[in-house]
């Protein structure tokens, strides 16, 4: 089996996240490993935390409670090492804990080999520089003293996708809370959303969308499509749509495709983020494989709460309030007449603060943002 027809279950819990052991079922068997274990950690004042494993943990779930409440500080610092390691870069046991083999007399080794009958692990980041923090953890059968050579770089196949569908789960979580529903719930969010078959045909689009499709200004619906003016543009979005629809049917690997979109009327361009997404639910029909296509409308963004970002990225007090003028479309020049500072004074203000953010454009900047905080209303 190649490791990509693993992908439609993992893009099925976009929207039914209780049929993530399944997933990562998928992924450990095609790694070699017995566990696999998920975690999303809570940061910057949004709630949301998730521990996933597979259904080896699944039979056994008062013994996993017991030992991270037995062994919270080791497990706490394993995974401090994991989520401290660049993207990519696998996080081996013995990284974390030197001494080798020696390890399996300690208690908390001892205790995960006679409940789950794992030993030897690694893990990987998937967490961007600012933002969400999540990782992996692979864990390997008692019996093999060394992890299969193959192991780590299979693994590797999968972060991106983990990351992304990681990073959706965030997003999601915000209409899962407070409507029990997603993809039926697009309209309560404040950027345009799309859903899309693998032929570029609209299925669902929101209200926000549906502003910006009436625009149009370069971006409009059309006979049951997106379409675009720019002809070279049009025909990169009809490549994207094809190969992340794919990948929702686990026919490709590709877990994100972004798109600028250039105005006619020379606004702030579009920015186009399109990812697979795969109905677990039946909110759009049972099965269903597409692409979850952001629109930010970088002119006329949308209200986002600018605190989270802030604490993340370490901005001063100036700083957040020139992050959350940019955010509400102000140029420099707006921003020193409110400000009542001058103009180059303002321009060094923005490009510290965009540095701390790690974005380098008000396009990226608005992306960051609101997949930090989902603007939901």
Known sequence: MHWAQSLPSLYTTINAPELMPDALDGMAEFVGSKGTVLGAFNQAGFTYEA???????????????????????????????????????????????????????????????????????????????????????????????????????????????????????????????????????????????????????????????????????????????VHLSDDDAAAELAAHLERTGQTAAGENALSEASLVITRPSGLSPYSLMLSPMKDGNGEIEQSFAGTLMFVFDTANPPKIDVAPLALLAGLTPTETEIIGLLLQGRTDRDIADIRNVAYETVRTQVKRAMDKASVSSRLELVRRAATIMPPVS
């Open 51 to 225: 521990m996933f494993g597979n259904n080896l943990h699944i039979g056994s779930k008062a013994e996993v409670a017991k030992f991270f409440e037995r062994f919270q500080e080791s497990e706490k610092a394993a995974w401090g090492k994991v989520l401290a390691a660049p993207v990519g870069t696998p996080v081996l046991d013995f990284d974390i804990w030197p001494e080798g083999h020696a390890i399996r007399n300690r208690a908390d080794i001892i205790f995960q080999r006679e409940m789950s009958g794992v030993y030897r692990k690694f893990g990987y980041n998937l967490s961007p520089d600012l933002g969400w923090k999540s990782a992996i953890i692979f864990q390997f059968d008692a019996a093999l003293d060394e992890i299969p050579i193959h192991a780590v770089p299979q693994a590797r196949h999968f972060v991106p996708h983990l990351a992304k569908v990681t990073e959706l789960l965030r997003f999601v979580s915000v209409l899962r809370q407070k409507y029990n529903a997603v993809y039926s719930a697009l309209n309560k969010v404040n950027v345009g959303l799309v859903i899309l078959d693998p032929h570029g045909n609209v299925v669902v689009y929101n209200s926000a969308a549906d502003t910006i499709f009436s625009q149009g200004d370069g971006l409009a619906r059309a006979r049951g499509r």
